[in-house]
């Protein structure tokens, strides 16, 4: 509707110059100047129609953007700040480039949107050298909140989803993906996050993305529409959004809570959210089109998204074990099969 009017308007003006040009009578040259300055007059105003149009779908209710009025500590904020989160005129630095640091910031209004779209702003960046940071940091949609845990600096077995922006490599004798690895994440309540593999067991599709110390500004885009669970991501400056994951047949109850949240181990790094902006989409639906309630999240055909884990090698010391006690195995078979043998081979004879 916004797009038509918009459209209506931009033709008004078009028609305007038209019929202003000929007035003048000018020469090719002046012809094209008047030309050039209505180009640029209708594509300027389509930008700003364009983004009048993206806002005019933000829901303020559930964005965190700047400035971050009484974020944190007064009654009027949306949100809660978590352990060593903290509030600047810039960002929410969720972690400092600390050690064993946790750090987050939750929406305290439950989601009940349908179809909507959450475009974070965030930055990642530290002292150290690549690989030797850590941990990341991640997006919630959750059923619970303000919870401390081990997966990023949130629970695990959490319910809803999770995306992750995971920095360090733990499984880093594997060597199958450049970090930092962004990935997504359905959890059901009883499904664990496991760090030492990245995720990778439970992980329903990601990419890597250069987000760490990047020069430009870093975002990722979540969209959720008709059970469809889009992740994108814009890292390196162009202004383009790449295809990251994209998943069929979610199944994603409403009532849960947005939030980001980051850990430091041993490494570190500073992670900070400058914004997360949630837009509703209008999603045209069939009148008979009725929402089935869900209550626990989940995705169709779960299997085609295993990822194959493989355990690691033996080491040294465990092959030798192996290799003992199948020869001692072994033996006590022979001398089993000997003694059996030998008590058969006495029965025998004497009954000769
Ligand atoms: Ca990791």
């Known amino acids: 509707m916004v797009a038509a ?14 019929f202003l040009c000929p007035m003048f009578h000018l020469k090719n040259v002046r012809q094209l100047t008047c030309l050039f300055a209505a180009v640029c007059v209708l594509t300027s105003r389509s930008l700003a129609d364009e983004q009048d149009f993206q806002e005019e779908f ?23 700040l978590m352990g060593t989160a903290m509030v600047t005129p810039d960002h929410v630095r969720l972690t400092p480039d600390l050690q064993s640091r946790q750090g987050a910031v939750w929406s305290r209004v439950p989601f009940f ?59 880093d004798k594997r060597h199958d993906r450049a970090f930092p690895y962004i990935s997504m994440m359905l ?3 009883t499904l664990s996050y496991d760090h030492d593999y990245d995720g990778r067991p439970t992980e329903l599709g990601g990419c890597t993305a250069m987000a760490r110390n ?24 162009k202004r383009e959004w ?26 570190s790094d500073n992670h900070d959210i400058i914004s997360m902006k949630l837009y509703e989409l209008t999603v045209e639906r069939a009148e008979e ?11 169709d055909n779960t299997d085609q998204f295993q990822v194959e884990v493989e355990e690691e090698g033996m080491s040294g010391v465990q092959f030798f074990f192996t290799v003992l006690f199948s020869i001692l195995g072994l033996g006590v078979l022979a001398v089993v099969g000997l003694m059996v043998y030998y008590r058969k081979e006495s029965r025998r004879k004497r009954f000769y």
Not at 5 to 18: M, N
Not at 67 to 80: A, H, K
Not at 242 to 263: E, H, N, Q
Request: charged letters at 25%; proline letters at 3%; one cysteine or more.
């Open 5 to 18: 009017v918009s459209r209506c308007s931009d033709l008004d003006l078009w028609r305007s110059f038209c």
């Open 113 to 171: 949107l349908r179809d909507w779209e959450l475009k974070v702003h965030f930055k990642i960046h530290g002292q150290a050298k690549k690989n030797l940071n850590g941990d990341g940091l991640a997006i919630w949609l959750t059923k619970d909140r303000m919870q401390n845990g081990p997966v990023f600096g949130n629970m695990n077995h959490f319910t809803g989803l999770g995306i992750f922006v995971d920095t360090y490599p733990n499984a």
């Open 214 to 237: 990047a020069i430009y500004d870093t975002f990722i885009l979540v969209r959720y529409s008709k059970h469809r669970l889009t992740l994108m991501v814009d890292v390196d400056g």
């Open 58 to 80: 933000l829901k303020r209710e559930y964005s965190l953007a700047k400035p971050y009025r009484g974020l944190g500590f007064s009654s009027s904020s949306q949100w809660d």
């Open 187 to 189: 959890g059901n309540g």
């Open 242 to 267: 790449k295809d990251c994951a994209d998943i069929t047949g979610v199944r994603l109850p409403t009532g849960y809570f947005f939030g980001a949240s980051s850990a430091t181990g041993d490494l």
């Open 289 to 299: 089109e009725e929402e089935e309630e869900v209550t626990i999240p989940s995705v």
